[in-house]
């Protein structure tokens, strides 16, 4: 069997030096972003792929108090989004107001390898995404990286990944959102490779949110994706039988693409994080309470569980039409600075409803966009782009703008004014 393996992963190795690499452009990695990048292995056990880890920490933070994780999942297409995961402006304000960094990992997967040999973590990547903490921890100057725990977003093959290492180290996750993929937990005869994972009294106290869309076995049985609806209610049935802290959320507009699901993911998290994590590193992980609680038809009566009652009552709106209401406007951007008419500044998204666009205003009068004409293929048209696995396009975004007429010899005032995805107007 060993041998087998070895001779597999050597076969996807050459594979992948063969093929024109199209993980080699990434966003330059300056503080506040750092990367460690790692070979593959052909040795049984090890990570078979080439893998970077891209982290964003908060500026100003002394002492971090945790790691979101965003996990892209198979295939080249989703292992190159993963390249912007840290810089996407959203899941950083998530961050910041909790005092984690925020991580995403590109694995160099061919397109015809196995995903298996990344997304099950007890394939290697467990192993190297603990060495990565260690690694950018040093370079960072925040080696609690190597302690905190780790709040996880998996998107299909990274949902498989995010869930099996719940069930590995559940005493360092403070939650888990698995979106169009969970880890096996019995064994399926029609992949009978891949080894059902364990399930330890920890994981039952880890909140985990099944979030799937609807044309994924739901409203469309058949298709490529039909299978992700029985596999969440087979993983869901198995932990909700144990009494876990599990939750289901069917997004009703799409199929595998991520869509909106960030809005409520995003304050998921808030609601996991707060109460989870605890105030030093290193220390252990605060017990959810189990108040919350909603009955699904689909589900034969059996109730998911939901951190918060404003969670309970998002859940409600994003399974309906993901149009969660926000009444709270965007953060006004900062350090605005002109020079030979054009404006640079410093913007932050909206905790809620991230980051639509900028309006620029010249002497009280608008002259223009920033992006000029988003054309979303994902979700709400938002300031950085979406592509399929929920992360920033390339080339990332820049807040910039060039006055396009200005009145030679006049000194103009502008203003640049943040505008969220519901479309609420900063200051």
Request: hydrophobic letters at 35%.
């Amino acid at each position: 069997m060993a041998l087998r393996f070895s001779l597999l992963t050597l076969a996807f190795i050459q594979i992948l030096s063969a093929q024109k690499s199209p993980y080699d452009i990434a966003p330059p990695a300056e503080a506040p972003y750092y990367r460690v990048r790692y070979e593959a292995s052909d040795k049984p056990g090890q990570l078979a792929f080439p893998v970077q880890y891209t982290l964003w920490v908060p500026p100003g933070i002394k002492t971090l108090r945790g790691v979101v994780v965003h996990q892209h999942g198979c295939g080249v297409g989703s292992c190159k989004s993963g390249l912007t995961g840290a810089f996407d402006l959203h899941w950083q304000a998530l961050a910041q107001k909790h005092q984690c960094a925020l991580l995403a990992p590109t694995y160099e997967q061919p397109q015809e390898a196995d995903c298996q040999l990344w997304c099950d973590p007890r394939n290697g990547s467990a192993t190297t995404f603990q060495k990565s903490l260690t690694d950018l921890g040093k370079l960072s100057n925040h080696p609690e990286l190597e302690k905190i725990p780790w709040a996880l977003w998996g998107h299909s093959g990274g949902g498989h990944w995010a869930g099996g290492m719940v069930m590995l180290h559940p005493e360092r996750i403070a939650a888990a959102w698995l979106r169009s993929g969970v880890p096996l937990l019995i064994p399926n005869p029609e992949k009978p490779s891949i080894k059902p994972h364990l399930v330890p009294k920890g994981a039952r106290q880890v909140p985990i949110m099944c979030n799937l869309g609807t044309r994924e076995g739901v409203t469309v049985t058949t298709g490529r994706f039909s299978g992700v609806w029985p596999a969440n209610k087979t993983f869901f049935t198995i932990m909700q039988m144990q009494s876990a802290l599990v939750g289901i959320a069917i997004d009703p507009l799409t199929a595998h693409e991520c869509g909106n699901q960030r809005y409520l993911a995003i304050p998921w998290f808030d609601a996991c994080l707060t109460v989870r994590l605890p105030t030093a590193p290193a220390t252990e992980l605060q017990p959810m309470a189990k108040k919350i609680s909603r009955t699904m038809p689909l589900l034969n009566g059996l109730s998911i569980w939901l951190p918060s009652k404003s969670v309970d009552q998002a859940w409600v709106h994003y399974t309906k039409d993901t149009r969660i209401p926000d009444q709270t406007p965007p953060p006004a951007p900062t350090n605005l600075q002109v020079k030979n008419h054009q404006l640079t500044w410093h913007g932050t998204a909206d905790l809620e409803s991230g980051l639509a666009h900028f309006i620029i205003i010249r002497d009280g009068t608008q002259i223009g966009t920033v992006p000029d004409k988003p054309t979303p293929k994902f979700g709400r048209p938002i300031f950085q782009g979406l592509q399929y696995s929920d992360t920033p396009g390339q080339p990332l975004v820049k807040m910039q703008f060039t006055d396009p007429q200005p009145e030679t010899g006049k000194n103009h005032q502008y203003r640049v004014i943040s505008v969220n995805t519901v479309g609420l107007k900063s200051k």
